[in-house]
């Protein structure tokens, strides 16, 4: 049976840490409005498995790139917001210019005549 | 803070970590379940929408998990739980694994901690890396570690690659203190440097310095902390107080610490003296001289020149100023004076002088490769009954290979387990290695040359039982592990495809067991070998009785009597000995029979007839009368010495059987004389048998004893034959000795039997270890074969039943069983025969009156594998005889 054409496009591996560290860029926030603030963003076309988002927030966090605490969301409920720390700043700005260049550089070689 | 930091700060609160990512999951599914309530699904719908979507809960919380938790050393911990419940459930098998191991581990562990010691162990002196042992190389034998004074204040003086060169010569001295009487202890001269080159300094005083080295020093000693143990009772005060040697007076200065025991490993040093004491206590000093050899040598190479710079240098030294010089001072040189061939060679000296390395390396390898096969055989073992073990388990493992368990981990938790079986192994091992190394020094203890070696074990002893343990752990952990896994799990889950496994399991678990029983048989036959080589030598006749003989030595050249005084002090000593009630004869000598040593000399013997031969290396025994009722050797013809001989009589001679016979023929030989060219001549008076004299294994030479009391030395040994066991009166003789001769010192006293088997110590230790080994091999081998043979059993259950409901009778069951019990073993034995007769001749040179194809040996070996064999069939077969075929077919 031939596999269907699925409108999602999977994320390619390691950019799952950028996606979260840009996000956390405006403000704090927690898990879940992390996922659906990448979903929406990308006009739904990046899904982000709660299976990897977690051990992801959680990795981040190890490296001290990200910093949690729990704190009130805005319904009321505890919840454990993220933020972006200096270090996490400079590692994203870091990883921002690579994916650029990576970017650029696959957009030459499968447009070229444009 | 450092990643690692952070990750094991999350470790220490683990539990609050977990508790905080579920909370944090139970929002995100909160917050999931609100957003599509209000995106239009029912609440309940929306909830399970929202924990779909979540995905597998379990495994997110594993992956989130890894990062403050040490996986591997988590799931270690967990193996080692479930693999110590699961032995501790088996208390049978763990048993009989872990003693397999124990006795394997333990009986290499034990021999290791003896080549250790007497081997590899540093000697605990400064930088002992640097240390090298000078040696005189002959060209044509063993180098040797003995150089004349001269040579060493040549080296001494001369070179310039070492730190100094340190000097020691090792003797026996009649030793009195204030409060103890006189005894023998070991002392060793040392040159002034010997301590600070060596850098040992004393535990309490101080040691020998240069300053003590010098002709008309004041003398001093230093003891070893052992002797100031035994000797002085650990007398706080010893410093500074008398020690008599050889009557000569020395001031104790100081102890050595305890670990020091001297550069020669293996030998006991009781005090140290300087070097400059020696003209002082022998009569002739060797110090001038260039012809006696008595020093040891040894260099520390200097910091600033390599080993081989500094071998360059002695080398040329000992040529030019050592060889030449000696050569130099002979008047009349000869070209082909063999000094001329002689190198000096140089060996680290990292572990001591080498001599006993040369000496006792070689068996105590052979012992470890004889060893290393007991290791192979309890890990056959073990990896069998890992084997049938996992045809227990098999169920378990396609259980949890089908729930998904990588196959990985599953081989990695039963390895756990064999590591736990090792290492329990390996510690009781370690304990019998602690009890048998002691026993096995017991062996070189009671050889002529006693070897005093510190077996206790150390980190190279541990380092080498747990280096055992991994491999023997692998060994025979990684075949069952792999075969266990390698099942398809549903295959097994379902019972189809067992026949398949099952055979291949059958297969190599019986190679497995062939390969015992052929190890089994080779270690029984070299056993057996050196056993019947034993009692060959033992079986020998000596030519005299050596049982109920005591041997007591004295030294009378320590007393201050002259000769005659001397030999009326031990005639009399003599007769008091003889009158002990319970001493049957009682007789003194110069040389006992197999001492080692003797005397050889050249006479003319002139027959009755007139002619006259000369008899070139005769064996030359000083006896007291009653000698040979003593020794209870016969005497052929004429009449054993008299005391009248003693009294100025004619001088008169004792021939045994073999030189009667050589030099005289068919002719009587009493009365025939024998003599020195030109010297005394003495008449034979009486032919006695034969009896060994150096060595049991040689034939009894020619031998020539004369009269104890006509010669100009003195007779010193006394030899007592006793009613019952010899030692029963050891006191009692030796007491009685001190009184009638209170000047004359007795060094030793040892029964007859006891020298005699110090003489063949090498025979008696390699029969005896190779027989355990043997014995232990082949508990193995039944241990291995009952395992296998009960499984087997157990395996066809269902099928004995059928064929017991069909009318089989008991005996055939029975029969059906040994038979396979058998094949098995017959295998084993083919195999092993083979290799036993190809290895065999590599050890022909260590049997006795014995072809290392002996058919006795090879048929005591398949009769006693085969007995074996049907031992270990015994309990299966009759456990499959009595099998009720209800109850076994019921159970299929």
């Avoid at chain 1, 981040?60 to 200096?86: M, V």
């Avoid at chain 2, 006693?450 to 990684?478: H, K, S």
Wanted: with cysteine; aromatic share 8%; proline share 5%.
């Amino acid at each position: 049976m031939p596999e269907k054409p699925s409108p999602r496009v999977e994320l390619l591996r390691g950019t799952l840490d950028l996606l979260i560290m840009r996000t956390l860029l405006p403000g704090p926030s927690h898990g879940h409005a992390i996922a659906k603030h990448i979903q929406r963003t990308s006009e739904d076309l990046l899904q982000v498995e709660t299976g990897s988002l977690y051990p992801a927030l959680y990795r981040l966090e190890a490296k001290g790139w990200i910093a949690a605490s729990w704190e009130l969301s805005d319904k009321g409920k505890r919840a454990r917001y993220y933020r972006i720390t200096p270090a996490g700043r400079k590692q994203l700005v870091a990883e921002q210019s690579k994916w650029d260049a990576f970017a650029r550089a696959m957009g030459l070689l499968l447009r070229p005549a444009e | 803070m450092s990643g690692l930091f952070r990750k094991f700060s999350w470790w220490l609160q683990r539990r609050r970590k977990e508790d905080e990512l579920r909370k944090e999951l139970q929002f995100h599914l909160a917050e999931e379940a609100a957003e599509r309530h209000a995106g239009g699904l029912s609440e309940e719908q929306a909830r399970w929408a929202a924990r779909r979507d979540l995905g597998n809960v379990t495994r997110l919380q594993e992956d989130t998990r890894s990062l403050w938790s040490w996986i591997l050393l988590e799931q270690l911990a967990q193996d080692v739980r479930y693999g110590a419940r699961l032995l501790r459930k088996s208390p049978g098998f763990t048993f009989a694994a872990v003693m397999s191991l124990a006795l394997g581990i333990g009986a290499n562990t034990a021999i290791f901690s003896l080549i250790n010691a007497a081997l590899l162990k540093s000697l605990p002196v400064r930088e002992p890396e640097r240390l090298i042992e000078l040696l005189t190389d002959p060209a044509n034998g063993q180098p040797f570690n003995a150089f004349s004074y001269p040579a060493f204040v040549h080296f001494r003086d001369h070179a310039t690659a070492v730190d100094g060169i340190i000097a020691s010569h090792s003797s026996r001295f009649y030793v009195a203190t204030d409060n103890t009487p006189a005894d023998f202890g070991s002392g060793q001269y040392v040159s002034g440097n010997f301590f600070p080159v060596l850098g040992v300094t004393a535990a309490s005083g101080r040691t020998i310095g240069p300053s003590d080295d010098r002709p008309a020093a004041e003398p001093v000693a230093v003891l070893s902390h052992g002797y100031w143990h035994r000797r002085f009772g650990v007398d706080p005060l010893v410093v500074g107080r008398r020690l008599t040697v050889d009557d000569h007076v020395f001031t104790v200065v100081g102890i050595t610490p305890p670990s020091f025991r001297g550069t020669h490993v293996g030998r006991e040093v009781d005090f140290w003296i300087p070097l400059s004491a020696e003209p002082l206590l022998r009569k002739e000093s060797w110090m001038p001289r260039a012809g006696p050899k008595w020093l040891q040598l040894l260099a520390r190479v200097n910091s600033e020149h390599s080993f081989e710079e500094a071998r360059a240098e002695l080398q040329t030294m000992f040529q030019t100023g050592v060889i030449e010089a000696e050569l130099g001072l002979q008047k009349d040189p000869k070209p082909d004076h063999p000094a001329r061939r002689w190198r000096l060679a140089v060996e680290p000296a990292r572990a001591g002088l080498s001599s006993v390395r040369h000496q006792y390396g070689e068996p105590l390898l052979v012992l470890l490769i004889v060893s290393g096969i007991v290791l192979v055989i309890a890990c056959v073992n073990v990896a069998n009954l890992l084997l049938a073990r996992a045809s227990v388990r098999r169920h378990e493992i396609a259980m949890r290979l089908s729930l998904g368990g990588a196959p990985s981990r599953i081989v990695r938790q039963l390895l756990t387990e064999s590591m736990l079986l090792a290492s329990a192994g390996a510690v009781l091992g370690v304990a019998f290695a602690f009890l048998g190394s002691r026993y096995l020094l017991g062996f070189f203890a009671t050889s002529r040359t006693p070897l005093v070696l510190d077996v206790g074990p150390d980190v190279r002893v541990l380092t080498f039982a747990t280096a055992l343990a991994i491999a023997t752990g692998l060994l025979f952990g990684l075949a069952p592990a792999w075969r266990t896994t390698a099942d398809a799990p549903g295959a097994s889950l379902f019972g189809s495809g067992r026949v398949q496994s099952n055979r291949e399991r059958r297969v190599l678990s019986r190679l497995l067991i062939g390969a015992q029983v052929a190890l089994s048989v080779i270690m029984l036959f070299c056993g057996g070998l050196f056993l019947r080589s034993l009692h060959n030598i033992r079986s020998i006749d000596t030519g005299f009785d050596s049982h109920s003989v005591l041997l007591i030595s004295t030294d009378p050249s320590r007393s201050r009597l002259t000769v005659e005084g001397q030999r009326n002090a031990l005639r009399e000593a003599l007769t008091r000995v003889s009158a002990i009630p319970g001493v049957q004869a009682a007789s003194l000598s110069d040389v006992t029979p197999i001492e080692g040593g003797g005397t050889m000399l050249t006479f003319e013997l002139r027959g009755t007839d007139g002619v006259v031969r000369e008899g070139r290396s005769l064996y030359v025994a000083w006896v007291s009368p009653n000698y040979f009722a003593t020794m209870d050797t016969p005497i052929h013809a004429g009449r054993d010495f008299s005391w009248r001989d003693a009294a100025g009589g004619p001088k008169v001679a004792i021939v045994n059987q073999t030189l009667a016979r050589q030099y005289f023929g068919d002719k009587n030989a009493i009365g025939a004389r024998v003599g020195s060219k030109g010297g005394t001549t003495y008449e034979i008076i009486g032919v006695v048998g034969d009896a060994k004299y150096l060595e049991l294994r040689e034939t009894a030479p020619p031998t020539l004893y004369l009269h104890g009391f006509q010669q100009q030395g003195v007779s010193n040994q006394f030899a007592i034959r006793v009613e019952g066991p010899p030692m029963s009166i050891a006191a009692a003789a030796r007491d009685t000795i001190r009184q009638a001769a209170p000047s004359i010192p007795v060094t030793t006293i040892r029964s007859l039997q006891d020298q005699v088997n110090a003489s063949i110590a090498r025979e008696r230790m390699l029969a005896a270890l190779s027989g355990f080994f043997a014995g232990l091999g082949l508990i193995l081998a039944t241990l291995g074969i009952y395992g296998v043979m009960a499984y087997s059993v157990a395996r066809r259950t269902g099928e004995i039943g059928i064929r017991i409901a069909l009318g089989a009778k008991q005996s055939q069951i029975r029969r059906m069983v040994v038979r396979e019990a058998l094949a098995l073993t017959a295998g084993g034995i083919a195999a092993g025969m083979i290799a036993a007769l190809l290895i065999s001749r590599a050890i022909a040179s260590l049997l006795f009156a014995l072809t290392p194809t002996d058919p006795l040996t090879i048929g005591a070996v398949v009769v006693i594998m085969v007995l074996t064999g049907l031992a270990a069939a015994y309990l299966p077969s009759r456990r499959a005889a009595q099998l009720d075929p209800a109850v076994a077919l019921r159970n299929e």
